[in-house]
C-alpha cells in the first residue's frame, strides 16, 4: 500500500499543475486580446512629452489658446507639452497629421472651428471627417463682430439693413477667407437679414484690416479680440456681435440678435482639445480630468478672458456641441452654395 500511494502521488501532482494551466489558459488569451486599452490601463501615461498641434503660424488666437493650455496641462501631466505650429489650408494640414497620428495620447489638436467642423464641409481636398478625432474638451469662445468702415457712414446695424437693402447687390462685406468662421457669420447675416451682398474673401485677416482702415471696403467681419483694438481706436465701427447675448467683453456693443432680423443670429469662433480617433479610453479620462481643472483655474481663466475668449463650461459635452455645429455649419454652407 505504501509503494501504491508513492506511484499515485506524483499523478496527482501533474494532474494538479495540468487543471491550474487550464485554469489560466483563458486568462492568459484574454490578455493577450485585450488590446492598447488594457495596456495604457497598465502602463503610465504619459512617461514623454506631448505634442500639441496648431494649424496656424504663432501668434493667432487659436496659437495664444494653445500656449495657454499647455502649461496648464504640463504641470498636471508632469511632462513637457510642446506646441507644434503647422499652418496652412486653413488649419487643415496639422488636424490632418493628429487624424492620422498614432492613437497613444502624445499627439494632440487645439483646434478652432474652421479646421475641425467647417473645412470638411466647403473642399473636397480635406479627407478628415469630424468622427477621425476623440473630443476630448471645449477651452474656450470668442464672438465675432460686424463692422463697418469709417468712409461708409454707418453706425449702426440698423443703418447697415438700410443700406444694403437700398443698393441690393452693389454693396460687399470681407472676410479672412473662404469657408471661413468669418465668412460663414456674413453668410448666417445674409440669410438671416435676407440681404443681397457680395463676400469678398480675404487671404487672412492683416489684408481685410487694411482694405477697412482705407475705406477701401464697406462690411466686414472680425474676430472680436483681433478687431477690438481698432473698434477702440474708432478706426472701425461695430454694428454687433454675433452670438446670441451681448459679450461680456464687450458689453457695449450690441449683439446683432437684438434686431428682430437677426434674431437667429448665433455664431462664434470656438477652440477645442481633441486626439486621434479610438484614444484609449484611460487616456481619453485622463486628459478630460485635467482639462477640467485647468478650465477651473483663475489663472488661465483670466489669461484667456483677457485675450478676448470666453472659457468654457467644463460640463459641455463636446460630442453633442460638435453634432450641433456641423448641423449648423452645414446649413450656412448650403445656403451660400460655398464650395472651394
Known sequence: MPLFRHHRAPERAGSSRRGAL????????????????????????????????????????????????????????????????????????????????????????????NEIAINRLVTKKVKYDVKDFTALSLIASQPLVLVASTGSGVKTAAEFVQRVRSQPGKTSYGSSGVGTSLHLAGEMVKEQGQLFMTHIPYRGVAPLTNDLLGNNIEFGVFVLSSGLPHIRSGKVVALGTTEARRSAITPDIPALAELPQFKNVDINVWFALMGPANLPRPVADKLRKVTREALQAPEFRKKLEASGSVVASPSVDLDAYLASEVAKYRKIVQFAKIEE
Open 22 to 113: 487550464a485554469l489560466l489558459a483563458p486568462l492568459a488569451l484574454a490578455a493577450a486580446f485585450a488590446g492598447p486599452q488594457a495596456a495604457f490601463a497598465q502602463d503610465a501615461w504619459p512617461s514623454k512629452p506631448i505634442t500639441l498641434v496648431v494649424g496656424y503660424p504663432p501668434g493667432g488666437s487659436t496659437d495664444l489658446t494653445a500656449r495657454t493650455l499647455a502649461p496648464e496641462l504640463s504641470t498636471r501631466l508632469g511632462v513637457p507639452v510642446v506646441i507644434e505650429n503647422l499652418g496652412g489650408a486653413g488649419g487643415a494640414i496639422g488636424a490632418q497629421k493628429v487624424a492620422s497620428s498614432a492613437a497613444d495620447g502624445y499627439t494632440l489638436l487645439l483646434g478652432a472651428s
